[in-house]
Nanobody, 120 residues
Framework: VQLQASGGGLVQAGGSLRLSCAASGSIFSIASVYWYRQTPGTKQREMVAGMTTDGITNYADSVKGRFTISRDNAKNMLYLQMNSLKPEDTAVYYC??????????????WGQGTLVTVSS
């Protein structure tokens, strides 16, 4: 199973970006999905948004009302719509998914990260 994140870039404060994460490989189904971010120079990843199989979402307080997580199960795609971006949103964003493989084995997989830079 491979996750490919994309959509990062440079944007001015107040702008918007949409991140995508494409899952491929031997996939039976995808359960919970998440977006994390890691600020450059730090080691800890922060959970930004998550969504269960049933579509229940949760967000970090710092992004509530600005970010929206969504998924397209038919295409094995995960998205993060980011609006009203702030300089403190600058980070490498990673997708993380709990995937059941075709052999019905669960595993947690990470994308390679996509850099979002918000200028003031």
């Amino acid at each position: 199973v491979q996750l490919q994140a994309s959509g990062g870039g440079l944007v001015q404060a107040g702008g918007s970006l949409r991140l995508s994460c494409a899952a491929s490989g031997s996939i039976f189904s995808i359960a919970s999905v998440y977006w994390y971010r890691q600020t450059p120079g730090t080691k800890q990843r922060e959970m930004v948004a998550g969504m269960t199989t049933d579509g229940i979402t949760n967000y970090a307080d710092s992004v509530k009302g600005r970010f929206t997580i969504s998924r397209d199960n038919a295409k094995n795609m995960l998205y993060l719509q980011m609006n009203s971006l702030k300089p403190e949103d600058t980070a490498v964003y990673y997708c993380n998914e709990v995937v059941f493989t075709a052999q019905l084995r669960p595993g947690a997989y990470w994308g390679q990260g996509t850099l979002v830079t918000v200028s003031s």
